[in-house]
């Protein structure tokens, strides 16, 4: 019995030494030619110089780049299996190789028609650029720029509540330009605090300022028991000269 087991534990370290010296040769090899299966990495791929992540690291793989496994051997043991990429081999991560490649059709897809939704949304920069996000998400936080669409109501990024009661304080500084005007409503729809010349502002004149922040707080949305105890929303007011 201790001979079988003396005998196992010699072929191992036979192997052992085998692919490592495997390893030493292919590494000067200048391309990955043989028939090797192929497969693909799902993210970026490190190679190692031994089949331990403690090893050096002697290249890497992009992600969904194509490679030959060389040898899979002790992978169920190790881990790691040996892979050629660009006429370099080294060790990399099983975990980290699939047999298939990644579908980018799919994403394609989705992006193509996120571009052309963007492209068609109507976003009018009107006196108040209040709009609900279209998809029939309720409360979510919107900001200054974002391509939302949906119904009139004033009060950017206010998802899911509706404009009551809105008005305008007349400037006195004759100036023109943007100023928008972050803003805090509670459930009763009124709002709470106001910070105006926030992130959009093309006019920090601190008379247009508090003249933007006197009308958001002429705003008020409408109960509602559901929504945040504090909703982040913004106000947009554009001055003109002579108005």
Known sequence: MDNIKNKKILVLILILTGIN???NQQTN??????????????????????????????????????????????GSVTGFWSICYKG?????????????????????????????????????????LGRTTSDG???????????????????????????????????????????VVKIMVNRNGKVTSAEPGVRGTTNNNPCL????KKTAFMHKWNLDSNAPSQQVGFVVVNFKLGE
């Open 209 to 212: 300022l508090e003249t933007a």
């Open 88 to 128: 370099k081999s080294g060790f990399a991560k099983k975990k980290q190789l699939s047999y298939k490649k990644k579908s980018t059709e799919i994403k394609s897809k989705s992006l193509s028609i996120s571009k052309n939704t963007s492209s068609n949304q109507n976003v009018d920069h009107n006196e108040f």
């Open 21 to 23: 010296f495997g390893y």
């Open 29 to 74: 090899k200048q391309d990955c030619s043989g028939d090797y299966p192929t497969y693909y990495t799902t993210t970026l791929v490190y190679l190692y110089q031994e089949q331990d992540s403690e090893s050096a690291i002697i290249g890497e793989v992009p992600d969904g780049s194509a490679v030959k496994v060389e040898s899979s051997l002790l």
């Open 137 to 179: 998400a309720l409360y979510t936080t919107s900001f200054f720029g974002s391509p939302n669409s949906g119904s009139e109501i004033g009060g950017y990024g206010l998802n899911g509540r509706s404009l009551v009661n809105k008005g305008k304080v007349q400037q006195e500084c004759n100036e023109e330009g943007r100023v």
